[in-house]
């Protein structure tokens, strides 16, 4: 090989620990493309109580997702915040597990999970706070468009990108994985004091398809 591409430097990282590669260079993958307004702008399926903060996940309902931690921090926001709403957007082995949490959390009325959705951008357009509550991520494009559709992060400081992408909490909350405590004092500071701001989204665009397409145009042509 001549080049090896990774999509973020924490992939890069892991790379260079275990082989030898000469070039090795980070590429952002391509995820914001000229749709993406129109995609925000998209009808949504669920109807959601007006008036109330929804709190949006998206991704395989799989453990590394960590999405049983986030709904544990959501039942203490909930407790806090009547009337906040949590939609988890994706499909996966761990729906039974996690519904049969939502049920003995007694937040059925409160949580939806509506399955894989074809444009999740959407309900970003609509949500208060993106949580990623992730184990382990390469480059979590749900959080690169939650930024650029201008909804502040909470994620957890995992192995991967999500600290890169939020330049170690400068474009939104890092907190400890596994932490519910944790998750629910975050995702409620952004409920009173959201971040969101010219710099956020603009970080959030900068993956953007030209960018990337420029960066491997310039790859082979060296």
């Known amino acids: 090989m001549d080049s090896v591409v990774a999509v973020s430097q924490a992939v890069a990282d892991d790379y260079r620990s275990v082989f030898e ?11 914001i493309t000229d749709r993406f307004d129109a995609l925000q702008e998209a009808d949504i399926e669920h109807k959601f109580a007006p008036n109330f903060p929804i709190i949006l996940a998206v991704g395989r309902l799989s453990p590394e997702k960590g999405f ?3 709904i544990r921090a959501f039942s203490e926001v909930h407790s806090k915040r009547e009337g906040a709403q949590l939609c988890i957007l994706g499909e996966g082995p761990m729906r039974a597990e996690l519904e049969l949490l939502v049920e003995r959390l007694e937040l059925g009325d409160s949580v939806v999970m509506p399955g ?11 949500s208060s706070v993106f949580v990623v509550p992730s184990l382990w991520e390469g480059l979590p494009t749900a959080m690169v468009e939650a930024l650029a ?4 992060v909470v994620a957890t400081r995992c192995p991967g990108g999500s ?17 519910p405590g944790e998750l629910a004092n975050a995702i409620s500071l952004m409920l009173v004091n959201p971040l969101v701001n010219e710099k956020t989204i603009a970080r959030g665009r900068s993956f953007s398809a030209n ?5 491997y145009l310039s790859l082979l042509n060296s």
């Not at 959705?117 to 609509?126: E, L, Q, T």
């Not at 600290?163 to 932490?179: C, K, P, Q, T």
């Open 211 to 215: 960018s990337a397409v420029n960066q």
């Open 116 to 126: 894989y959705i074809v444009n999740p951008i959407s309900y970003m357009a609509r």
């Open 21 to 31: 590669i000469p070039d090795l260079r980070v590429i952002y993958n391509p995820i």
């Open 149 to 152: 559709a201008g909804v502040s």
């Open 163 to 179: 600290a890169e992408i939020l330049a170690d909490g400068e474009f939104g909350a890092l907190v400890n994985m596994s932490s």
């Open 68 to 70: 049983d931690t986030l």
